[in-house]
């Protein structure tokens, strides 16, 4: 099977995952573009800050309000390489980001296509376009390589 290069945020992703695992952190990058820019870039943090809320997505949208100066990131795209949660699917939706790009998905943790379904739900705030499977490989063998090593 010919494989593709990935669109250069989701390779970005990708890398900001593998700098998560040399730190001993579950392998899941993010990053925030505008107009072609990056914006804010990160992987999680959950162990080094210690912060249970420390994802990858909710770091780059700190990040990327910081940086823009605003609370609402309009124009926006989300690239990341697992399925959010319902936590970051819920950040998601309240900062109105347009574009979610996830590669993997996540079965047992992810809100999107998974369990809770945030944007399906009346409630949400907020519906982006969700785009998914765009490095799903490279993703799911990152978690499944730091999982086996830590059994
Ligand atoms: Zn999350």
């Not at 990053?31 to 999680?44: C, L, R, S």
Request: glycine share 8%; proline share 7%; net charge negative.
């Amino acid at each position: 099977m010919t494989r593709w290069p990935l669109p250069q945020p989701m390779a970005l992703a990708l890398e900001q995952a593998r700098k998560a695992v040399r730190a001993g952190e579950v392998p899941i990058g993010a990053v925030i573009m505008k107009d072609g820019e990056i914006v804010a870039a990160a992987h999680n943090e959950t162990r080094a800050l210690p912060d249970p809320t420390a994802h990858a997505e909710l770091l780059a949208i700190r990040r990327a309000a910081q940086t823009l100066g605003q609370e609402r990131l309009d124009g926006c795209e989300l690239w990341v390489t697992l399925e959010p949660c319902a936590m970051c699917a819920g950040a998601i939706a309240h900062a109105r980001i347009p574009r979610l790009y996830y590669a993997a998905p996540d079965p047992k943790g992810g809100a999107v296509e998974h369990g809770a379904r945030v944007f399906e739900h009346a409630q949400s705030l907020h519906v982006p376009e969700v785009y998914a499977g765009l490095g799903a490989e490279e993703a799911g063998e990152l978690l499944r390589e730091f999982f086996r090593a830590r059994r």
